[in-house]
């Protein structure tokens, strides 16, 4: 009467050679209770700390059918190939002691996802499927586990029986024949001179027959015995001989008789059986599925992600930064190569889905995480190896983030040209390894800025020599990913965009010019038109000024960070910078040193600093 569950006490799961850990019950469960199922098999793995304090993954065990050496060139082909980052050596140390696979691993590396990576990307994990497939009554049946014991003790009683009534026939037959004996030892002498005065053989057969009241078989029998057969010590052997045999066929008789005795004989040769060849379980079973994303072992928190003119990319914690008065000189972000410039700069969460489009108008994925980390002077990595599909000649211009791809929110696309476009972001939600097209481009044109917002904003096109125009978005209608944008601003010759903001009435604009300079001023002081005009004036591009980078939409508890060409980073209060009318010169956000400039700036939430980090600076006009 026991289920699936309480057979399970004494028959765990599959145990495999060459060991491994079976991930998971759920699989076990359904194999047993319905016939069928599926269970994940891993390697057995530890982590070790080199003599060169790097750490490294070592694989003692592998799942069954598994060939080593091609374990071996299957997770060096995925570290060349870039589908697995983080690991620096490989190497196979096994020997007559036991497996021994080293994977040395980055000192920058996660070691939890690098190994659900191995687990994922090679045959370092695998997938049984379990059919319990039988033939029942000469027909093939899917058991359960209960149905399997059922069908093998009904085998195991069959054998028994069949081989319980083949030993009765023998011992019956040998019966028989000792009979005979015992009766020609009673008339030992008679038996001698009847023999030996037979004319032959056949004679001597008949005669027995008659003599002893035996048959014929008895007789030959008799007739075939060895003379020294006849010996005291023999003939006690052959009384000692039958009286055992007569036990036996009281035995086998009784067993046939009664089934308890066969299921005893079956248990008793089932722990012969334990105690010839059973060993301790290989197969380690660990009963928590394998549910766990690669995002759950990643901490979440607050990165700032930059991007120079030549393509480098690298994301640092947000608490890197800590807060500086306006006007701060600001510290070293990041070590640039000569001419190469900060020019993108955002701040996301690690867990985010950030989206990279570049010049060619195509967009490509990434979480947030998988960007590499670097320290405060580092220059970051390429990005070609960090988009697998980014294609030579192009560069990533824009960033944009995002959580999840929803219905009711879209994406703006800003020209340098002065085009803008709005999709839906859900257009751009099959997050694949390869890129997609998300803007169709003009040659001599260029994407600005892209931007993800509800729909109903007002949306600011500011250019370098410091106009801005403000419209309504539901003035551009929205489309499909593969099409051109329409005109949001009309440009003065020698002039284009270089930023674009999506803001509300009563918001604040925050306007940052090359030299350091910025201002922040009321929304609503910016006449509201419709798209395609040539706007009004944001900040004067003074020689003292000079040209827009960026203009952002604020509030008094933002922080902002800024960087420039040098590499350099700044972090400061927003509500340290005075707000001012539309037509004002600004205020010095960042003191500028030996012909830097500013690239890129974007606020941040100034939770992530407590007040008495910052350090207020002289303010300069």
Same mark, same amino acid.
């Given at each position: /009467?026991?289920?699936?569950?309480?057979?399970? /006490?004494?028959?765990?799961?599959?145990?495999?050679? =060459?060991?491994?850990?079976?991930?998971?019950?759920?699989?076990?469960?359904?194999?047993?209770?319905?016939?069928?199922?599926r269970?994940?098999?891993?390697?057995?793995?530890?982590?070790?700390?080199?003599?060169?304090?790097? +750490?490294?993954?070592?694989?003692?065990?592998?799942?069954?059918?598994?060939n080593?050496?091609?374990?071996?060139?299957?997770?060096?082909?995925?570290?060349?190939?870039?589908?697995?980052?983080?690991?620096?050596?490989?190497?196979?140390?096994?020997?007559?002691?036991?497996?021994?696979?080293?994977?040395?691993?980055?000192?920058?590396a996660?070691?939890?996802?690098?190994?659900?990576?191995? $687990?994922?990307?090679?045959?370092?994990?695998v997938?049984?499927?379990?059919?319990?497939?039988?033939?029942?009554?000469?027909?093939?049946?899917?058991?359960?586990l209960?149905?399997?014991?059922?069908?093998?003790?009904?085998h195991?009683?069959?054998?028994?029986?069949?081989?319980?009534? $083949?030993?009765?026939?023998?011992?019956?037959?040998?019966?028989?024949?000792?009979?005979?004996?015992?009766?020609? $030892?009673?008339?030992?002498?008679?038996?001698?001179?009847?023999?030996?005065?037979?004319?032959? @053989?056949?004679?001597?057969?008949?005669?027995?027959?008659?003599?002893?009241?035996?048959?014929? %078989?008895?007789?030959?029998?008799?007739?075939?015995?060895?003379?020294?057969?006849? =010996?005291?010590?023999?003939?006690?052997?052959?009384?000692?001989? !039958?009286?055992?045999?007569?036990?036996?066929?009281?035995?086998?008789?009784?067993?046939?008789a009664?089934?308890?005795?066969?299921?005893?004989?079956?248990?008793?040769?089932?722990n012969?059986?334990?105690?010839? !060849? #059973?060993?301790?379980?290989?197969?380690?079973?660990?009963?928590?599925?394998l549910?766990?994303?690669?995002?759950?072992?990643?901490?979440?928190?607050?990165?700032?992600?930059?991007?120079?003119?030549?393509?480098?990319?690298?994301?640092?914690?947000?608490?890197?930064y800590?807060?500086?008065?306006?006007?701060?000189?600001?510290?070293?972000?990041?070590?640039t190569?000569?001419?190469?410039?900060?020019?993108?700069?955002?701040?996301?969460?690690?867990?985010?889905?950030?989206?990279?489009?570049?010049?060619?108008?195509?967009?490509?994925?990434?979480?947030?995480?998988?960007?590499?980390e670097?320290?405060?002077q580092?220059?970051?990595?390429p990005?070609n190896?960090?988009?697998? &599909?980014?294609?030579?000649?192009?560069?990533?211009?824009?960033v944009?983030?995002?959580?999840?791809?929803?219905?009711?929110?879209? %994406?703006?696309?800003?020209?340098?040209?002065?085009?803008?476009?709005?999709?839906?972001?859900?257009? !751009?939600?099959?997050?694949?390894?390869?890129?997609?097209?998300?803007?169709?481009?003009?040659?001599?044109?260029?994407?600005?800025?892209?931007?993800?917002?509800? #729909?109903?904003?007002?949306?600011?096109?500011? =250019?370098?020599?410091?106009?801005?125009?403000?419209?309504?978005?539901?003035? +551009?209608?929205?489309?499909?990913?593969?099409?051109?944008?329409?005109?949001?601003?009309?440009?003065?010759?020698?002039?284009?965009?270089?930023?674009?903001?999506?803001?509300?009435?009563g918001?604040?604009?925050? @306007?940052?010019?090359?030299?350091?300079?910025?201002?922040?001023?009321?929304?609503?002081? !910016?006449?509201?038109t419709?798209?395609?005009?040539k706007?009004?004036?944001?900040?004067?591009?003074?020689?003292?000024? #000079?040209?827009?980078?960026?203009?952002?939409?604020?509030?008094?508890?933002?922080?902002?960070?800024v =960087?420039?060409?040098?590499?350099?980073?700044?972090?400061?209060?927003?509500?340290?910078i005075?707000?001012?009318?539309?037509?004002?010169?600004?205020?010095?956000?960042?003191?500028?040193?030996?012909? /830097?400039?500013?690239?890129?700036?974007?606020?941040?939430?100034?939770?992530?600093?407590?007040?008495? &980090?910052?350090?207020?600076?002289?303010i300069?006009?």
């Open positions: /009467d026991a289920d699936t569950y309480q057979l399970m /006490d004494y028959i765990k799961g599959p145990d495999f050679p =060459t060991g491994g850990t079976i991930h998971g019950i759920s699989g076990i469960v359904s194999a047993y209770s319905t016939g069928r199922g269970i994940r098999v891993r390697s057995k793995t530890h982590y070790e700390t080199m003599s060169n304090g790097k +750490v490294a993954i070592v694989v003692t065990e592998i799942p069954y059918q598994v080593k050496a091609k374990l071996v060139a299957e997770i060096a082909d995925r570290v060349k190939n870039k589908e697995i980052e983080g690991i620096t050596d490989l190497r196979d140390e096994s020997d007559r002691d036991g497996m021994r696979i080293v994977i040395e691993l980055h000192k920058d996660i070691e939890d996802v690098v190994l659900e990576n191995l $687990f994922k990307f090679t045959q370092m994990q997938t049984f499927g379990i059919i319990n497939l039988a033939l029942v009554d000469g027909k093939p049946q899917v058991l359960t209960k149905q399997m014991i059922e069908q093998y003790i009904l195991r009683k069959s054998v028994v029986t069949r081989r319980t009534k $083949f030993d009765l026939a023998e011992a019956e037959k040998k019966e028989h024949i000792l009979e005979a004996y015992m009766a020609a $030892f009673n008339m030992l002498d008679e038996t001698i001179e009847l023999i030996r005065n037979s004319a032959d @053989t056949e004679t001597a057969n008949v005669g027995l027959q008659g003599l002893l009241n035996i048959d014929e %078989i008895q007789a030959k029998a008799i007739l075939d015995l060895k003379l020294q057969k006849l =010996t005291g010590l023999e003939i006690d052997t052959l009384r000692k001989d !039958y009286d055992e045999n007569t036990r036996l066929i009281a035995d086998y008789k009784d067993i046939l009664h089934e308890g005795r066969i299921l005893a004989i079956i248990k008793d040769e089932l012969e059986m334990k105690e010839a !060849y #059973g060993d301790d379980r290989r197969t380690e079973i660990d009963v928590n599925d549910d766990v994303d690669e995002e759950d072992l990643i901490p979440e928190e607050d990165v700032v992600v930059t991007i120079t003119e030549d393509n480098y990319i690298k994301r640092i914690p947000l608490r890197t800590r807060q500086q008065g306006r006007g701060g000189v600001g510290l070293v972000g990041m070590q190569k000569e001419e190469d410039t900060v020019v993108n700069m955002f701040v996301t969460s690690s867990h985010n889905y950030v989206m990279f489009v570049t010049n060619t108008g195509r967009l490509l994925w990434l979480k947030g995480y998988r960007i590499p670097g320290g405060r580092s220059k970051g990595k990005i190896n960090i988009l697998s &599909d980014i294609q030579d000649g192009e560069k990533v211009l824009s944009i983030y995002t959580r999840e791809f929803t219905d009711d929110k879209y %994406i703006l696309f800003a020209t340098r040209n002065g085009l803008i476009k709005r999709t839906p972001l859900s257009a !751009y939600g099959n997050v694949r390894q390869k890129g997609i097209k998300a803007i169709k481009l003009e040659d001599d044109d260029e994407l600005v800025e892209t931007r993800i917002i509800n #729909g109903d904003e007002l949306i600011v096109l500011a =250019t370098k020599n410091g106009l801005a125009a403000k419209f309504p978005v539901s003035e +551009v209608k929205a489309t499909g990913r593969d099409t051109m944008g329409v005109k949001g601003i009309t440009l003065n010759e020698g002039d284009r965009v270089v930023s674009m903001a999506s803001v509300k009435s918001d604040m604009l925050l @306007t940052v010019s090359e030299n350091g300079f910025g201002k922040i001023s009321e929304v609503d002081d !910016y006449r509201l419709h798209r395609g005009s706007g009004v004036i944001t900040i004067k591009t003074t020689e003292r000024n #000079g040209r827009v980078v960026s203009v952002k939409r604020v509030e008094p508890e933002n922080e902002l960070i =960087t420039s060409e040098a590499g350099k980073m700044l972090r400061i209060r927003v509500a340290d005075r707000v001012t009318g539309r037509n004002a010169a600004g205020v010095k956000v960042m003191d500028l040193r030996d012909g /830097d400039k500013v690239t890129a700036l974007q606020p941040v939430d100034s939770s992530e600093v407590p007040e008495e &980090d910052a350090e207020p600076a002289e300069q006009e």
